[in-house]
Each structure stands twice: as C-alpha cells, then as structure tokens.
C-alpha cells in the first residue's frame, strides 16, 4: 500500500532554533498534504493544508510565519518551525492524498521538544 | 469549536472479548466520522467513517454507528484478536474527507 514517510520521528533542539520536518509520499503523487500537531494529553487538530505549488492554507490561530510549509514537489512537503520554543513542543503528524482520491495516507508523526 | 471526546485507555481485553470504543462530538454542522488505527510503528489508517446520521461503517469486523441524537459514534467489535493491539483514534469533519480534530487515542492491548 501506498507509504508515506516522516522524518526525523523525534527531535531534542533549542529554543530560539528552527527544526524542519520532512513527509515524503514514496510510491505516489500527493497533491495535498496536511499537517496535524498534537500538544500533550490533547487532541490532534489540523494546523495547515498545502496543494503542490501552491501557498499552505493554515487553520484559525496557526501562525504561518512560524509554521513555514513548503510543497514544492508532488512527492516532498517539508514543515519548518522557526524560531522554537517550548510551547511549540509537541507531536505533528503530515498525512498525504493521491490524486482527488479518498483516501489519507499518514506518516509515523514527529515528537518535537524544545529546550 | 469542533471537538472529539473518546474514552481514555488503556483497554486491555482477552482474545475473542467484546470491544467497546466510546466516541463523542460536538460540531456546529453535520459532519462526517471517523476511526482511524494506528499501529505499532506504523501511521493512522482509516478504519471506517460514516457521512451522514444513522450510517454505520464498518471494515475488519468493527463497526460504528453515526448517532446524531446522542452526538456519538462508539466502535465496537464482537470478538477481539491480539492482532488488534492499537491505538484507536476518533475523528470528524466538515469537509468531506479531510479529518480535522481527532480524539486523544485509545491504546487496546489485545492478550492471549
């Protein structure tokens, strides 16, 4: 089945630094591939949306100047965290769909700690 | 705002012993359910989800069933095998199939 891969799955970095994170579809084309986070003993929500080539659509109260998203291929959609701090800790998860199909394809989520 | 509110685990049941999920929603619309799995060094899989209310989805012997009137949507499986062993995850949204808020997980840990 189709694969989607995340990496790193976990990060240790400082506060003040920027950490990116990488979600790669291997085996199809993803036109659209959402990124979740996940704080503590709370609920995974949706931060952004992004469509290849296209600007990222962020979900209300997700800075898109923090949370910097780039899809520049059909394969790769990278997610930046600028400028960490501790509240930014948190699991973020991207999923990826082929074509206009139904189906979300996940990665594994990374563990983000800012020190 | 949209919210998902599914019972805490850990759940650990023996093999061939009736499973039950809670699940329940608050949205301002109607939208679509979800229970997504994720295993063991693995991503969220959609499991099931329903659209619309009284539907029930269903796919490897569990099921749900969309309850607009109790705002619910419990998994349930008749006989549990070890394979099982996951984290199960709730979801909804109102667009379409795009899951927007999911439940907090709910590890099952399925014994011999």
């Known amino acids: 089945g189709a694969v989607v891969s995340q990496h790193p799955s976990r990060v240790i970095c400082k506060s003040g630094t920027s950490v990116k994170i990488e979600c790669r579809s291997l085996?199809?084309?993803?036109?659209?591939m959402f990124w979740y986070r996940q704080f503590p003993k709370q609920s995974l929500m949706l931060m952004a949306t992004s469509n290849e080539g296209s600007k990222a659509t962020y979900e209300q109260g997700v800075e898109k100047d923090k949370f910097l998203i780039n899809h520049a291929s059909l394969t790769l959609s990278t997610l930046t965290v600028t400028s960490a701090h501790p509240e930014d800790s948190s699991f973020y998860i991207c999923?990826?769909?082929?074509?206009?199909?139904?189906?979300?394809?996940f990665g594994s989520g990374t563990q983000l700690s800012v020190l | 705002g949209d919210s998902v509110t599914q019972m805490e685990g850990p759940v650990t049941l023996s093999e061939e012993a009736f499973l039950t999920i809670n699940c329940t929603y608050t949205a301002t619309g109607y939208p679509s359910l979800f229970w997504y799995v994720q295993y063991p060094g693995e991503g969220l899989q959609l499991l099931l989800k329903?659209?619309?209310?009284?539907d029930k989805g269903s796919n490897k012997g569990f099921e749900a069933t969309y309850r607009k009137e109790t705002t619910s949507f419990h998994l349930e499986k008749g006989s549990v095998q070890v394979s099982d062993s996951a984290v199960y995850f709730c979801a909804l949204s109102d667009r379409g199939n795009t899951p927007l808020v999911f439940g907090k997980g709910t590890r099952l840990s399925v014994i011999a």
């Open positions: 999923s990826a769909r082929e074509g206009y199909g139904e189906k979300l394809f």
């Open positions: 085996d199809f084309q993803a036109t659209t």
């Open positions: 329903a659209t619309k209310a009284d």
